[in-house]
């Protein structure tokens, strides 16, 4: 090794990045957030591996998806099994309720996760290889009000946060029965138009024409404007299911606009597919997006059981959530001297047990100077402790907003503090 290497600083790989504490206290508030409202709708959380054997991906995620194709972080174990860090989370929930007979049990299954995903893709503005989801899935509910309900939770966790400016896409992409015939219409269209294309499009033409309609080059964006309308070719089924979910989005009284392009980017969905856009985000707009995947139960082997769900990229929720007056620390306890130490630990302990946040500092510091570190973390309160405050027990408590200070009886500090808050 050489002395270049030795000093070289080791540094976060690209497309990651730390979440350090100030921030991170912003996640919990917009997980926390989450989590009240799914369980308010009925959901539950579940929580799986962070890997998986490939083939779950390949085959719940659709062998033409991007995804699949080049974004994949899969690699061999010790024992020669290919394994894959997860890049979405609907097969893992699938495998999960196969698995364990969930469908067997009286609750209903709807869940929701919040944790990291990997996929190999170009980093850009909120945009990472390790990045996190909010992922909300449902199964075994096949009315159109379900869909419905989903979008109005989520733009209902939207709100709660403060996101606004915020434009709601809807479509349907057909099923099995009457995807067919478009595809083969727009596999004609698009060969047609086949210069005009990207290589990456070129290539969907024989693999999947209906991801052209993902493609970001504008380009690509004007030609297959001029591609048939997936909505022209659908079923009367999936016609009858679009119909009543934006008859239910008219009653929770959800604005929303009708793409006809809007395809999403993974193999699976059928019927209703809808997005949340924002243009706070740029190029990279969507906030949030889902759809129906009625076939994907049954194409693991499970029960003939629908699903729908929908995912939230966290690294642009909270980069939109508005958050003001960040409060890092409660009461920072201020002591002076060996015996004074002792009774901010044993006086911190009981905060704490209580519920106040409280904040400790085994350094040793001058008056002046713990109060400048109080001051500087954010504290609210300050509890002072030196020698006549344990002779007399009875300590000083400033109020860092107002500057008023007040002497208090060890047995009060704690109804001083609730009384204030």
């Known amino acids: 090794m050489t002395e270049d290497t030795k000093t070289r600083k080791i540094a976060a790989i690209k497309g990651t990045k730390d979440i350090l504490p100030q921030e991170a206290r912003k996640w919990q508030k917009v997980e926390t957030v989450a989590r009240e409202i799914f369980e308010r709708y009925g959901y539950r959380e579940i929580r799986s591996p962070i890997f998986e054997a490939t083939e779950l991906f390949k085959k719940g995620t659709g062998e033409t998806s991007d995804i699949v194709i080049k974004e994949m972080y899969s690699f061999k174990d010790k024992a020669g099994r290919s394994l894959t860090l997860r890049p979405e989370y609907t097969p893992s929930v699938v495998r999960a309720i196969i698995e364990h007979r969930l469908y067997l049990q009286p609750q209903p299954l709807r869940f929701y996760f919040i944790g990291p995903m990997f996929r190999y893709d170009k980093p850009q503005k909120g945009r990472y290889r390790q990045f996190h989801q909010i992922d909300i899935e449902v199964f075994d509910e096949k009315d159109p009000a379900i869909d419905a309900e989903i979008v109005e939770m989520a733009d209902h966790l939207l709100k709660t946060l403060k996101v606004t400016g915020t434009e709601t896409f809807v479509n349907s992409v057909g099923c099995r029965k009457c995807r067919p015939a478009y595809h083969k219409e727009l596999r004609n269209h698009a060969d047609k138009a086949r210069k005009l294309l990207c290589v990456e499009c070129q290539r ?111 690294e642009r929720l909270v980069s939109l959530v508005p958050f003001e007056n960040e409060e890092t620390q409660s009461i920072y306890i201020a002591y002076l001297g060996d015996l004074a130490k002792e009774l901010a630990m044993d006086v911190a302990k009981e905060l704490r047990h209580e519920g106040i946040e409280c904040l400790v500092e085994y350094r040793k510091r001058t008056l002046r100077n713990l109060m400048s570190r109080a001051n500087k973390l954010g504290a609210k309160w300050v509890l002072i402790i030196g020698e006549d405050e344990v002779k007399t027990g009875r300590y000083q408590l400033k109020d860092m907003m107002t500057g008023e200070q007040k002497t208090v009886k060890r047995e009060l500090i704690l109804k001083t503090l609730k009384e204030s808050s």
């Open 204 to 314: 969907k033409i024989d693999t999947n024409p209906l991801r052209i309609f993902d493609c970001k080059i504008s380009g690509c964006q004007e030609v297959s404007q001029r591609f048939p309308k997936i909505t022209d070719f659908i079923c009367h089924e999936c016609e009858e299911h679009f119909r009543k979910f934006c008859a239910y989005l008219d009653l929770f009284n959800i604005k929303y606009r009708l793409e006809p392009r809007l395809v999403r980017g993974i193999d699976y969905y059928t019927k209703t597919t809808f997005e949340v856009i924002t243009p706070a985000l740029g190029a990279q707009d969507a906030i949030l997006g889902g759809g129906r995947y009625d076939d994907m139960m049954k194409v693991f082997g499970g029960p003939d059981m629908c699903g729908i769900g929908f995912a939230v990229g966290m």
